[in-house]
């Protein structure tokens, strides 16, 4: 591990619930917004299986301090 440092970084999370899955799987759907040198933003789509609604929403960022 000679030359490596471990960096310290932060997170911020945001969770939003539209509705509720019923009786199914949910799929995640994980895209990157903005990924930058210190900061990256990313969104998580939560849909239900069966009929693609959206169930919920979460959007996060970090940051490389």
């Known amino acids: 591990m000679a030359g490596l440092v471990p960096a310290p970084y932060y997170s911020a999370s945001s969770l ?9 799987s ?7 917004v903005r990924l930058g040198r ?7 789509t939560l849909s239900s299986a069966t009929d693609n609604k959206p169930v919920a929403m979460v ?7």
């Open 16 to 24: 939003a619930f539209s509705s509720y899955a019923r009786r199914a």
């Open 59 to 65: 959007s996060s960022a970090v940051a490389m301090l």
């Open 26 to 32: 949910v799929l995640a759907d994980a895209r990157v």
């Open 38 to 44: 210190t900061m990256s933003f990313g969104r998580v």
